[in-house]
């Protein structure tokens, strides 16, 4: 390696981190909070993918993880100061997810209720990572409110969200596992 890199730099030693393009943040910025939670997701999902899951999926959460990262970077962009070029998320990218949502859908019972998350912990890990994925898409959001982000990015964590419910169930099914319907008492 020509130059050492190290993993600590000690420049946040007082609660500041930089975005990409340099401009230095305080480490509970808005910003920082969305990749934050987007990383939490990649990890989880990491996670998932260690578990004892057809190959298939795996290699699929492996692509996710990657565009998890691309968002990661988008979400760290300070766009005004920032003159690299940055992997981006497109429509393809999406395009997979809703693909991988029709054919595992085709082998489910159709819904007509919520379900209770659980039946396998496989089942409820997956549950668990659809929950930081809508909690980081909701971060997203409200960041995209005083920030440029790439709409694609609030559409793939969306996306995400409902690929990882229909994942929910496919492994259950696969496992044998019963889903609980939530039954309202009213």
Request: hydrophobic share 40%.
């Amino acid at each position: 390696m020509a130059e050492d890199w190290k993993i600590y730099t000690k420049t946040g030693d007082k609660g500041e981190t930089s975005l990409i393009g340099g401009k230095r943040v305080p480490k509970y910025h808005e910003r920082i909070e969305a990749y934050g939670t987007v990383d939490e997701l990649n990890s989880y999902i990491g996670l998932i993918r260690d578990l004892e899951i057809g190959s298939h999926y795996k290699k699929l959460l492996i692509e996710i993880q990657d565009r998890l990262f691309t968002a990661e970077s988008l979400l760290a962009e300070d766009t005004e100061t920032s003159q690299r070029p940055l992997p981006q998320i497109f429509e393809k990218d999406i395009l997979l997810l809703e693909k991988e949502i029709d054919v595992m859908n085709e082998e489910l019972p159709e819904l007509h209720s919520f379900i209770l998350p659980g039946g396998h912990p496989i089942v409820s890990h997956c549950h668990i990572a659809r929950c930081i994925c809508r909690r980081a898409e909701r971060i997203t959001l409200k960041v995209s409110e005083t920030y440029i982000i790439s709409p694609l990015v609030i559409k793939y964590l969306n996306r995400l969200s409902d690929f990882l419910f229909v994942l929910a169930r496919k492994i259950g099914k696969d496992l044998g596992a019963s889903e609980e319907i939530w039954k309202a008492r009213i």
